[in-house]
């Protein structure tokens, strides 16, 4: 079969049949499986070549190259990726996360996270210009930790103390904000998560690890994400009971020497 013919069963040009196969250009999971269909290929062939996608769809951005630039542009980068979004929805189970972040919470975070950062100033202002966009009443919101987050002490207890008043405020004031939190002895979740992850307009997903990003925007893996996102959230408190369960926090906290 040549080209032109290819690309008649496709619907596309020939010149991106052509670019398909000198890998200058990713096909969409729709020409997938019309390639598929086209060249009756095999169920599991197809499995396959949805896989291979899949893997080029995923970037890995590794933080030290990230902040090679510097922490403020670093922070204005992901700054832009939320500004565009209309919708966010983040899930942590190791910090806190950066939006509603106090700056004394970062600073000390960040002391233990990256004891040899520098310019440790520089990224903490940037990551509180990035919290204007709580302000934007046209967006939605929503965050969920576990509730270990709040009562590791990556911080002194007062520090602890007013990053939870934080969260208080957010969640009382700011309807667009919506904040639970994941407690320690609740009902069973309906859903597990291996690391912290944000689905953002359910279009890409963005994993922070601990020495790299990963942002993948394969439908699949962004659906599963969002399912188990949603499993989470389900499981977790809200409204009174979430906010009875922070003043616990607190005044534990209280009770702890600095």
Do not use: C
């Amino acid at each position: 079969m040549g080209q032109k013919q290819l690309a008649t069963l496709l619907g596309v040009s020939q010149g991106r049949v052509s670019q398909i196969e000198t890998a200058r250009y990713s096909p969409t999971p729709e020409t997938i499986a019309r390639l598929a269909d086209a060249l009756g290929l095999t169920a599991a062939v197809r499995d396959e070549l949805t896989a291979y996608l899949a893997d080029l769809q995923t970037e890995v951005l590794s933080l030290r190259l990230a902040t090679r630039r510097g922490h403020r542009a670093n922070q204005a980068r992901v700054g832009a990726a939320e500004e565009a979004a209309s919708s966010i929805a983040t899930y942590h189970m190791a910090l806190v996360p950066g939006l509603l972040q106090t700056a004394p919470y970062a600073r000390h975070m960040l002391s233990i996270l990256l004891p040899d950062l520098t310019g440790v100033d520089e990224l903490v202002a940037g990551r509180m210009e990035r919290q204007r966009i709580l302000y934007d009443d046209t967006r939605r919101f929503r965050f969920l930790l576990a509730e270990w987050v709040l009562r590791t002490r990556l911080a002194p207890p007062s520090v602890l103390r007013g990053q939870i008043d934080r969260l208080v405020t957010l969640a009382d004031g700011f309807p667009h904000v919506e904040i639970r939190v994941l407690p320690v002895g609740g009902v069973p979740p309906k859903a597990w998560a291996m690391s912290s992850f944000d689905v953002i307009d359910d279009v890409y997903v963005w994993v922070e690890l601990q020495a790299s990003e990963v942002i993948t925007r394969d439908a699949g893996e962004v659906a599963r994400y969002r399912t188990t996102f949603e499993g989470l959230w389900d499981s977790a408190l809200a409204g009174a009971p979430m906010l009875a369960l922070l003043r616990d926090i607190d005044a534990w906290l209280a009770g702890l020497p600095e």
